[in-house]
């Protein structure tokens, strides 16, 4: 009981002070390995509150406020201890080192001593440095999968302490974000007009990474834009949000999204975050995760 104390006293207060002495990629997935252990040791929720940043979103099912949601919804009492464990294996950070991202896969386990978990699935989470120099996750979103028939991906491991070459940068953020705002709406724009495949041709990444629930996910735009054109319906996005880091190369935003047929009628609404990162000096999108609301129960 002493060493579980302790641990936990660890995580709470020698994480922080270490993030602040190394500016590292490292220090990003170390936090990231800490959030997924305070789970294992306490509880998901508890997790989430001691990780979560002030502002940080999360969807329940719309997006809300993390932090007050989490203290505001108790865990239900239960004879069973859920767990919900998960790993990085990919993780980027921007050139300014104070906005990130990871992501990998995710699994269930109705108790946590159960053997098999009855669930899986891919996470991502956009991390944003703090005054005292902690990482804070500021939006959290994934989609479920089958099962995976192999093993999934080893977790991401760095051959030595791995630097980024960190400068003063003197970005107007407020014009950045609004100008990634407007790159949001172009997409929307041109996904409605042209179908949301060949939008993608235009404005993804060659190594985009799309995720869409029910799915592994789908790594390349030549695989994203064949999944987007198979589903054959209009998509349109409403963004709600943006954020860019300091040095301007690395931002995310997320809304809310409608797919309708070619009658127009609703087939599917829920929400989405897109990670976007600057090439050339365009923004491109990195990854894309869209998560379905609940389907409306009928009278």
Do not use: H
């Not at 980027?92 to 104070?98: E, G, I, K, P, Y």
């Not at 896969?105 to 989470?125: C, H, L, Q, S």
């Not at 809310?256 to 127009?264: F, G, I, K, Q, R």
């Amino acid at each position: 009981m002493k060493t579980t104390v302790l641990c936990l006293l660890l995580v709470y207060f020698l994480v922080p002070l270490a993030l602040t002495q190394d500016s590292t990629l490292s220090s990003l997935v170390d936090t990231e390995r800490a959030f997924a252990r305070a789970a294992a040791e306490r509880n998901t929720r508890e997790a989430f509150l001691a990780f979560i940043a002030d502002d940080g979103i999360l969807f329940r099912p719309n997006a809300v406020n993390g932090k007050k949601w989490l203290q505001e919804s108790p865990t239900p009492a239960s004879t069973k201890r859920a767990l919900l464990s998960w790993q990085p294996n990919i993780r980027r950070l921007s050139q300014a080192q104070d906005l990130g991202y990871t992501t990998g896969p995710w699994e269930y386990k109705e108790d946590i001593n159960d053997r098999e978990p009855v669930a899986y699935g891919n996470f991502v989470t956009v991390w944003k440095r703090q005054s005292d120099g902690s990482w804070k996750f500021v939006i959290d979103l994934g989609i479920s999968n089958p099962r995976p028939s192999i093993a999934t991906t080893t977790s991401w491991e760095p051959k030595k302490k791995e630097k980024v070459t960190k400068s003063e940068f003197k970005t107007d953020l407020s014009a950045q974000r609004a100008t990634l705002l407007n790159r949001e709406r172009d997409f929307s724009i041109s996904s409605r007009k042209d179908g949301v495949a060949k939008a993608f041709t235009t404005y993804a990444a060659p190594a985009v990474r799309l995720y869409r629930n029910d799915n592994f996910p789908f790594i390349g735009s030549d695989a994203a834009q064949q999944e987007l054109a198979a589903r054959k319906a209009i998509v349109t996005w409403q963004p709600a949000f943006a954020d860019v880091s300091k040095s301007g190369d690395l931002g995310y935003a997320y809304g809310s999204y409608e797919v309708t047929d070619d009658s127009n009628v609703n087939v599917e609404r829920g929400n989405y975050l897109r990670i976007w990162k600057k090439e050339n000096g365009n923004w491109r999108i990195v990854l894309d995760v869209a998560n379905p609301l609940p389907a409306e129960k009928k009278n």
